[in-house]
Each structure stands twice: as structure tokens, then as C-alpha cells.
């Protein structure tokens, strides 16, 4: 674990202390920012969207769409 220091604006920093609690401020950021710069969890949220079927499914129509328009247009 390493330590970062950072600097907020006043309302952010109030924000924070009020709805996170002055304890738990880091383990919100780190929480909050973790799927944006870890490779690990980017993978973990591809996985995750696989596997559902039927967000999969409306996926392959939306491109199944795209090919008919495609071929109509040329």
C-alpha cells in the first residue's frame, strides 16, 4: 500500500467528510477510481459483460443492424 497525498477542492473535501466519514475517505477514492486504472478490473468487467446472455444477444442484433444498414446504403 502506498501513501498519496491529494489535493481537493474545499466542497469536495466537505462532500466527502460529510457523506463518507473522515475515515474512510481513502478506501472511497481508492474503491471509486480502482476499475478505471486497473487492468485487472477493466478484465474482470469485460468478463463480466460476456457473460450476460442478454446483454449479448441485444449486442449481436445492434451489430446485425448495422450490417442491413451498411448494405442498403452501398
Not at 30 to 41: G, I, M, W
Not at 42 to 57: I, P, V
Amino acid at each position: 500500500m502506498k501513501k498519496l497525498t491529494l489535493t481537493v477542492d474545499d466542497d469536495v473535501y466537505e462532500g466527502l467528510h460529510s457523506r463518507v466519514g473522515a475515515g474512510r475517505i481513502s478506501r472511497f477514492v481508492n474503491d471509486l477510481v480502482r476499475p478505471l486504472v486497473s487492468e485487472e478490473a477493466l478484465l474482470q468487467g469485460y468478463r463480466e459483460m460476456a457473460a450476460d446472455e442478454a446483454r449479448e444477444q441485444e449486442a449481436d442484433e445492434w451489430c446485425e443492424g448495422l450490417i442491413a444498414d451498411v448494405a442498403h446504403d452501398g
